[in-house]
Antibody
Framework: QVQLVESGGGVVQPGGSLRLSCAASGFTFSSYGMHWVRQAPGKGLEWVAFIRYDGSNKYYADSVKGRFTISRDNSKNTLYLQMNSLRAEDTAVYYC??????????????WGQGTLVTVSS | DIQLTQSPSFLSASVGDRVTITCRAS??????LAWYQQKPGKAPKLLIYAASTLQSGVPSRFSGSGSGTEFTLTISSLQPEDFATYYCQQLNSYLPEFTFGPGTKVDIK
């Protein structure tokens, strides 16, 4: 069965960096686009970043552009999110999510359990 | 940027009720809309994609409709396991941002 397992969350000071990982299994990882979505405590969902199945296209939310970098290693079935210059407002549970189909983006059909990032001094 | 609004933001209903949630987009997004259900402490679950197509395994009491700027999610007969927060999401990849609506919390009356 499809599994997405995030790791790498924790407490970091403002201005610091953190790298999240998402280990994928149960499907052909190299065939699907992947996303990061976050949710601040008690708040709604915010889409963060997308990477195409082959890594050739990447999109970011304006709120993280220039600070976060999405990447993937298809040989390791792993998705990453490098987060630099972290701010208090980046505090959230970060989910990785899989595109439902390869040919277009029309929904995220599998999600990980999330990893909590807390930015605080 | 495309903005999504949802109404109502909070809904109190009873088991067996018919429930409708509306999602409006600030500009036309054709049928590039999905609906998710999220329960406390859990990841979201995809219910509907392409505005009206039921995701595999989702009960048929859930349905979606609409196109352009106005969309609805309907639960025909609310069940105890349906009490949750519901989010719409626009997926127009011509504008590479995949915004979520603010959510509608469905609570027990």
């Amino acid at each position: 069965q499809v599994q997405l397992v995030e790791s790498g969350g924790g407490v970091v000071q403002p201005g610091g960096s953190l790298r999240l990982s998402c280990a994928a299994s149960g499907f052909t990882f190299s065939s699907y686009g992947m996303h990061w979505v976050r949710q601040a405590p008690g708040k709604g969902l915010e889409w963060v970043a997308f990477i195409r199945y082959d890594g050739s296209n990447k999109y970011y939310a304006d709120s993280v552009k220039g600070r976060f970098t999405i990447s993937r290693d298809n040989s390791k079935n792993t998705l990453y999110l490098q987060m630099n210059s972290l701010r208090a407002e980046d505090t959230a549970v970060y989910y990785c999510a899989k595109d439902r189909i390869r040919v277009r983006i029309d929904g995220f059909d599998y999600w990980g359990q999330g990893t909590l990032v807390t930015v605080s001094s | 940027d495309i903005q999504l609004t949802q109404s109502p933001s909070f809904l109190s209903a009873s088991v067996g009720d018919r429930v409708t949630i509306t999602c409006r987009a600030s500009q036309g997004i054709s049928s590039y809309l999905a609906w998710y259900q999220q329960k406390p402490g859990k990841a979201p679950k995809l219910l509907i994609y392409a505005a009206s197509t039921l995701q595999s395994g989702v009960p048929s009491r859930f349905s979606g409709s609409g196109s352009g700027t106005e969309f609805t999610l309907t639960i025909s007969s609310l069940q105890p396991e349906d009490f949750a927060t519901y989010y719409c999401q626009q997926l127009n990849s011509y504008l590479p941002e995949f915004t979520f609506g603010p959510g509608t919390k469905v609570d027990i009356k």
